[in-house]
Nanobody, 114 residues
Framework: QVQVVESGGGSVQPGGSLRLSCSAS????????MGWYRQAPGKQRDLVAD??????NYADSVNGRFTISRDNAKNTVYLQMNSLKPEDTAVYFC?????????WGQGTQVTVSS
């Protein structure tokens, strides 16, 4: 019913930037939440940032470096990632809350290394 597709991951040096995109599609789709989570090897999947009911929430580890934004007309959410650190290395997943339920993207790899 709902498809969630991420893009924009890649490999960068510390201090570099990336911009992730996530688009959701489906019939009669109403979205109330869009957000980003990440999961490093051997670790739990944790919140990075989300937008719910017009309110934005950031993890302390990324606050001030990452910016989340939504384009409601395109059912798309973005994550601008600046001043990247090696500890930001993870698979980044898009989460979408809809009238049909919660859906996840396939994930996109972000690698930060010297």
């Amino acid at each position: 019913q709902v498809q969630v597709v991420e893009s924009g991951g890649g490999s960068v040096q510390p201090g570099g930037s990336l911009r992730l995109s996530c688009s959701a599609s489906g019939s009669m789709l109403s979205i109330y939440l869009m957000g980003w989570y990440r999961q490093a090897p051997g670790k739990q999947r944790d919140l990075v940032a989300d937008v719910t009911d017009g309110r934005i929430n950031y993890a302390d580890s990324v606050n001030g470096r990452f910016t989340i934004s939504r384009d409601n007309a395109k059912n798309t959410v973005y994550l601008q990632m600046n001043s990247l650190k090696p500890e930001d290395t993870a698979v980044y997943f898009c989460k979408v809350g809809t009238n049909w339920g919660i859906f996840w993207g396939q994930g996109t790899q972000v690698t930060v290394s010297s």
